[in-house]
């Protein structure tokens, strides 16, 4: 175990930092978000095992940082940094991707209401989940109560009566 870890800790940690940075900023600059965000997200939690084995095989170095307490100020420093990104996130503010946040407002509304966003007509709207295979019969009724009707998500729903555009 220990030739293990003395042999791929820090290379593992080093390469999946490399991917893990290339794909953020890639994120942060929207590029290619399809093709970095599931890496970026998957490839971000497996370096979490290679950073468990190079703390591991530092054990003693960052004791010594400890002791030294010129290990405490940078946490404080990455702490500091990231609670506004925590508190002015999607749980805890106006954070978040605005598309993913409009997603419950237009599920939860009225077909009535809703039909005029999705540039239609309540009853065309109704025929076209109905074409869809959604069990929709009136105007009145939601994506939500559709799709819950139907056993999928309601994105799903709301995704196949959008127009193309």
């Given amino acids: 175990m220990h030739t293990l870890i003395n042999r ?9 930092f490399i991917v893990s940075a290339v794909s953020g900023i ?3 600059f929207h590029w290619a978000p399809g093709a970095f965000h599931a890496m ?5 939690l497996v370096l979490l095992a290679p950073f468990a084995l190079h703390v591991w095989k530092n054990w003693k170095g960052l004791l010594a940082y400890a002791r030294r307490k010129t ?8 702490l500091a940094m990231a609670i506004p990104f925590a508190v002015s996130g999607p749980m805890g503010g ?4 605005p598309g993913m946040r409009a997603l419950p407002l237009l599920t939860h509304a009225r077909l009535a209401d809703l039909a005029p966003l999705l540039d239609t007509t309540p009853d065309a709207l109704v025929a ?3 074409q869809h295979g959604y069990g929709a019969a009136s105007p009145d009724e939601t994506l939500d109560g559709v799709a819950a009707a139907a056993g999928v998500p309601a994105w799903d729903v709301l995704f196949a009566v959008m127009p193309a555009r």
Avoid: D, K
Avoid at 9 to 14: G, Y
Avoid at 40 to 44: A, C, D, N
């Fill in 71 to 78: 290990l405490v100020v940078p946490l404080a420093i990455c």
């Fill in 8 to 16: 791929f800790a820090t290379p593992l940690t080093t390469g999946l």
């Fill in 94 to 97: 106006r954070g978040g991707n």
């Fill in 128 to 130: 076209s989940l109905q």
């Fill in 26 to 28: 890639a994120l942060f």
């Fill in 40 to 44: 970026h997200e998957w490839l971000s």
